[in-house]
């Protein structure tokens, strides 16, 4: 089955310890997201990939840096993960359509200590 | 500033009633709004879009938009236990990106 697979589903780290999260996709979608959700909120996005087009949100700490080495796979990196950057990291895709739904992964829990 | 709203909750059906689930955005530009649901710990799954007015139904849900008043909602009939969650509201300006609401938690009592 086509999906969006996360890796890992769980992450803890130490604060300051750098951090690396995955994210790949069977679909072949164009455009890929990073967004961050803490309890009882919206998810924020970070930054998204429309193929290797990087595009940041003006908010997005420069503590987050993201990789999309190809169409199938995109990193989240941590550089100095801070107490309050603990929170679950949704990996999303979608074509580049009218439509543009997107299509959430599991999510990576982060966990810092 | 873009700006989508959703009662926080929670909204409180019986087993059998009807949930009615509201939205309101500011960017009269939005050209497509979606529904998805997240359960606790878990990540959203997208349960429906609509890009024109009025009504659109898939199943047990109905999506209603009226862009004169910018605003969206999701009516799930039949409520059943399992459709106990988050429910969030996604508008897309037609840049690929989509803002989203901080939800509405729903919970359907057996």
């Known amino acids: 089955d086509a999906m969006v697979i996360q890796n890992p589903r769980y992450q803890v780290t130490q604060f300051g310890k750098p951090v690396t999260l995955s994210c790949s996709q069977t679909l072949n979608h164009n455009v890929m997201y990073w967004y961050q959700q803490k309890s009882s909120q919206a998810p924020k996005l970070l930054f998204h990939y429309y193929d290797k087009d990087f595009n940041n949100e003006a908010d997005t700490p420069d503590n987050f840096q993201s990789r999309r080495p190809n169409t199938s796979f995109c990193f989240l990196d941590i550089r100095s993960p801070g107490l309050g950057d603990a929170a679950m990291y949704l990996c999303?895709?979608?074509?580049?359509?009218?439509?543009?739904?997107?299509?959430f992964g599991p999510g990576t829990r982060l966990t810092v200590l | 500033q873009k700006e989508v709203e959703q009662n926080s909750g929670p909204l409180s059906v019986p087993e059998g009633a009807i949930a009615s689930l509201n939205c309101t955005y500011s960017?009269?530009?939005?050209?497509?709004f979606f529904w998805y649901r997240q359960y606790s710990g878990k990540s959203p799954e997208l349960i429906m879009f609509?890009?024109?007015?009025g009504d659109k139904e898939d199943g047990r849900f109905t999506a209603q938009l009226n862009k004169a008043s910018q605003y969206v909602s999701l009516l799930i009939r039949d409520s059943q236990p399992s459709d106990s969650a988050t429910y969030l509201c996604?508008?897309?300006?037609?840049?690929?990106?989509?803002?989203f609401g901080k939800g509405t938690m729903l919970l359907v009592s057996p």
């Open positions: 960017d009269r530009g939005s050209q497509s």
């Open positions: 609509i890009y024109s007015n």
């Open positions: 999303a895709t979608s074509t580049k359509t009218n439509t543009d739904t997107q299509y």
């Open positions: 996604a508008v897309n300006e037609g840049y690929s990106t989509l803002t």
